[in-house]
T-cell receptor
């Protein structure tokens, strides 16, 4: 069955330090992978996606994500965190070998400390 | 702004009330979705519409009734809800629901409290 796991409920990082938010997935075919961010009292905003090609994907606000097929992971990264990056981050997958449903993870709260 | 608006932003209703949530997208998309977001749980897909036709009902109780009069508007009619239905209800749209790599665009949500 398709699934997405975000193993950390919360990630704390100091401003200026690199950040990583983890995501692993399980699908039957090739995955389409997405990252979304949710700020307080707002809906989810699209950050970036991996469809095919280069394993390193660049997105909005300086974020990037690395697709690793052997580890079935799609971790979100940023070289230097900002306090304004503090938000809830969701990983999502669409299974091209299945129903093409969007499956979301439980979310990881990122807290960037000044 | 994402191009998807939702009204009302907050709603408090009793278990015997009837109310409706409204969603409108200004992106020219063909697909619209309702999700339920509860704390510490993954987003729960409720309904999917593609070109005004419902393509998915994710075993949602009949006290939730969707309506999609056109590709730009989506409603969620609520009646005789339970306290456990209290959550943030998110509307989203995308270019399509087929095999494309389309990302979704979300509205700000309606915070529903059932008393």
């Amino acid at each position: 069955a398709q699934s997405v796991a975000q193993p950390e409920d919360q990630v704390n990082v100091a401003e200026g330090n690199p950040l990583t938010v983890k995501c692993t997935y399980s699908v039957s075919g090739n995955p389409y992978l997405f990252w979304y961010v949710q700020y307080p009292n707002r809906g989810l905003q699209f950050l970036l996606k991996y469809i095919t090609g280069d394993n390193l994907v660049k997105g909005s606000y300086g974020f990037e994500a690395e697709f690793n097929k052997s580890q079935t992971s799609f971790h979100l990264k940023k070289p230097s965190a900002l306090v304004s990056d503090s938000a809830l981050y969701f990983c999502a997958v669409r299974d091209t070998g299945g129903t093409y449903k969007y499956i979301f993870g439980t979310g990881t709260r990122l807290k960037v400390l000044a | 702004e994402t191009g998807v608006t939702q009204t009302p932003r907050h709603l408090v209703m009793g278990m015997t009330n009837k109310k409706s949530l409204k969603c409108e997208q200004h992106l020219g998309h063909n697909a619209m979705y309702w999700y339920k977001q509860s704390a510490k749980k993954p987003l729960e897909l409720m309904f999917v519409y593609n070109f005004k036709e419902q393509t998915e009902n994710n075993s949602v109780p009949s006290r939730f009734s969707p309506e999609c009069p056109n590709s730009s508007h989506l409603f969620l009619h609520l009646h005789t809800l339970q306290p456990e239905d209290s959550a943030l209800y998110l509307c989203a749209s995308s270019q399509g629901t087929g095999t494309g790599d389309h990302e979704q665009y979300f509205g700000p949500g309606t915070r529903l409290t059932v008393t």
